[in-house]
């Protein structure tokens, strides 16, 4: 007989309805759930005043920190670090001039010293000459063997499994969901598919220029040494303007380098939210913001409450963090 009930039970659990079951089970029963669920159920109900057509539910996530940790170092710079050892074997002479000379040297402060621009500048000279598949190619490669210093995984895993379950509760509910980042949109767009389940067309980052090259008689595009749109601050509204052509509802950041981006978002009509991910977290991440060369966040956390964004807290918001 114990047999047959606990049979009829677990038949009862398997076809128990899928609504039943927590959206985001990595998060705490927190305000800031509840919040992020509440936006969600207004903007998808029918019968809400804030219901929004499937083809306005338009999300943006910056990558760098939010979706993905970015301590020690953004996760773009490590890859350009590495691939300047290779060059330098063969050219020493990089090893005596900026900015290559703190990047070989691993100079963090000298790096974060050096400004978005002279970064996006070392990045874009580093992988020049490559076409856009022999470069995704390598950076494929680079994930593979590379690990973090500290947790010992391949870089692409380190991603925040919160998010990642609200990307894809956000896709279940018609939502449009996409990356919009400071690094290199080629870069993030080797990982996004199998990291997040965001497919590389719906990837918005920095830009370098490209060359159309014939070779013999076959075409092919170049990456050239020069930066073409650099897409952080107020070019993130830039990004999404040129490549969406709407204004999102959804905006989630983490650094002020994402102000622009849910302040544009949140100043539109109607139900919207900006949210900030605060890593305060030191035992199982990073603690950081107002002072960090990577990820600062200090504007952002002074005009969080007037503008009415979310701060996510890592430490009480989230019950785990990595896959």
Known sequence: MRFFIALLTGLFLATAPVAAQDPLPSWRQTAA?????????????????????????????????????????????????????????????????????????????????????????????????????????????WFKTTRHPRFSKPLDQLTYQPMVELIRLLKKRGFKVYIVTGSGVEFVRAFSQRAYGIPPENVIGSTGKLAVVKKGETLTLLREPQIDHINDGPGKVIGISETIGKRPILAVGNSDGDYEMLQWTTEGSGARLGALLHHDDAKREYHYDRNSAVGRLNRGLDDAPARNWLIISMDKDWKRIFP
């Open 33 to 141: 759930k509840e919040r992020i669920l509440a936006l969600v159920h207004q903007v998808t109900s029918p019968k809400s005043r804030s219901f929004v057509p499937h083809e306005d539910r338009i999300a943006v996530f910056d990558n760098d920190g939010t979706l993905l940790l970015e301590q020690p170092v953004y996760v773009e710079i490590a890859q350009v670090i590495d691939r300047l050892k290779s060059i330098a074997l063969t050219q020493p002479s990089l090893r005596d001039v900026q900015p290559y000379k703190a990047a070989l040297d691993n100079d963090s402060a000298a790096i974060a010293a050096m400004g978005s621009s002279a970064l996006f500048d070392l990045v874009a000279k580093t992988n020049a000459g490559m076409s856009p598949d022999e470069f995704r190619a390598a950076v494929d490669a």
